[in-house]
């Protein structure tokens, strides 16, 4: 049996899942801003208590790999790090707007082009766009939105706005063919199944040499304040 266990702290959400040869077996999550730090360890304390599954019985350990929020980035990366090297147990690496698009990508019957997003400063995203046979069209890139974004692509098709970068654009990108979906953040139950088919497939990452994808530099909220 192939257990793994998932970590995503890459947004607000910080939500842990065990996964037995990628069937999700446990899922905890908490929905508060700046809870990583003190709830991430909680949290994989109460996966293992209530599964009954112990920590020497994983198989790997999957995290978010970015982008998303800086210091929720940090805290996954170095828990799961800490953990494989404890346990003699590969690192499992998908990018977090992978994650966001997992969902929808099941659903897309229309053949729409997705584009999730992450929030970043003002009107700032972090995104990219994906197929609805799940192909990459652009890669992961920061974004700053005004109303002439997408126009090409949305003139030659529907495109699903969704993330917690989404709601503060509806207003901005205004066209006939942009679709806006609420409630859609990555989760460590997306990140169990597509970590569980990379296992499969032996695509680890470096445990040595990996760091997530933040794709800006970090700035401290008092230097925001000065800008």
Known sequence: MTYILSLETSTN??????????M???IAEVHEDQAHAAKLA?????????SGIGPNQLSGVAVSAGPGSYTGLRI?????????YALNVPLIAVGTLEL?????????????????????????????????????LAEAH????????????????????????APKCRGVIAHRN???????????????ELA?????RGRFADLSTFGPLYLKEFVSRKARTLV
């Open 196 to 200: 569980h088919a990379q296992f499969l």
């Open 13 to 22: 959400v910080c939500s842990v899942a065990l996964h037995a040869d990628g």
């Open 178 to 192: 942009a679709i806006f979906v609420d409630g859609i953040y990555p989760t460590a139950t997306a990140l169990g």
């Open 76 to 84: 996954g990366t170095s828990t799961a790090k800490g953990l494989c």
């Open 42 to 50: 909680v949290l994989i304390d109460q996966l293992f208590s209530t």
């Open 100 to 136: 966001l698009s997992f969902p929808l990508l099941r659903l897309n019957f229309s053949g729409a082009v997705l584009c999730p997003m992450i929030d970043a400063r003002r009107l700032e995203v972090y995104c990219m766009l994906i197929d609805a046979a799940g192909q990459t």
């Open 24 to 26: 999700l077996k446990f």
């Open 142 to 165: 920061p974004r700053i939105i005004d109303s002439s974004s997408f126009a090409n692509e949305l003139e030659a098709g529907q495109m699903v706005f969704f993330g917690n970068g």
